[in-house]
């Protein structure tokens, strides 16, 4: 690839769908399969990124080249990125990370037995792990996070972005609809990438490769 433009710089990219366990052999979790950070990851590599691939329970294969970090739950991620963000020069949290996790994990097989008809989870936030960073912001790493929707309408959708964007405090975020066939899974992606005003700064639709492109070209 001609474009070594990401040559000498360190990008952290988090990628793939948190588990929160309930018991030994259950778990919470959502359908993101890790495609469009790996995407990322292989475009980021591709332009001479030295990347650390923050991986929560993936579909697809993580690059070869990259520096592969596996993760489990939502905290194991948040101690990953931390770790790895300290000396990073980009972060992507391009993960679906469990908002919540159960606030008990059971020792054994919950049985239906115990439970009867009906069954309560409590469970117990989980923290921001992009505000977090956002918040200890170090000068000169550039922070990018992403908001997944399930919004039909367009303005809302975008009104949603832009109030996730001032929670989140990053310097873009880039927002995708998701839903039963959109976003999750599939090979294809359409984003709205917001700067830290809510301004559009970009809009792309494609493969998840050529989405990931554009947010380099962004990120460059
Ligand atoms: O993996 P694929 O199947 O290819 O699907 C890709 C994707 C749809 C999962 C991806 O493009 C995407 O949108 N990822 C973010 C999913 C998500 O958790 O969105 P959110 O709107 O709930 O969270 C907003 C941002 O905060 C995200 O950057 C997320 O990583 C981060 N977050 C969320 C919760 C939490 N406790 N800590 C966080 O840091």
Redesign the pocket.
């Given at each position: 690839d001609p474009r070594r433009d990401l040559a000498g710089k360190h990008v952290v990219i988090?990628?793939?769908?948190t588990r929160e366990p309930l018991d030994p052999v259950r778990f919470l979790g959502n359908?993101?399969?890790?495609?469009?950070?790996v995407a990322l990851a292989q475009a980021a590599l591709a332009r001479g990124a030295w990347v650390t691939l923050i991986a929560a329970n993936l579909e697809v294969p993580a690059p070869a080249s990259a520096d592969v970090r596996r993760v489990g739950t939502?905290l194991e991620l948040d101690a990953a990125v931390t770790d790895a963000a300290a000396h990073a020069d980009v972060v992507i949290?391009?993960?679906?990370?469990?908002?919540y996790r159960p606030a008990a994990v059971r020792a054994d097989k919950i049985k239906k037995d115990d439970t009867g008809d009906s069954l309560l989870l409590e469970l117990t936030r989980?923290?921001?792990?992009?505000?977090g960073l956002a918040a200890a912001g170090r000068p000169g790493r550039l922070l990018i996070?992403?908001?997944?929707?399930t919004e039909p309408d367009a303005d809302r959708l975008l009104a949603l972005g832009r109030t996730?964007m001032a929670r989140?405090g990053c310097d873009f975020l880039v927002l995708?609809r998701?839903g039963w066939t959109e976003?999750?899974?599939s090979d294809r992606?359409e984003i709205t990438v917001l700067d830290r005003r809510g301004d559009i700064v970009c809009e792309a639709s494609g493969s998840?490769l050529s989405v990931a492109e554009r947010i380099l070209d962004l990120i460059v």
């Open positions: 988090t990628a793939g769908g359908r993101s399969s890790g495609k469009q950070g939502a949290m391009a993960a679906a990370v469990a908002d989980n923290p921001d792990i992009l505000a996070g992403f908001a997944a929707e996730k989140k995708n998701v976003g999750f899974a992606n998840k």
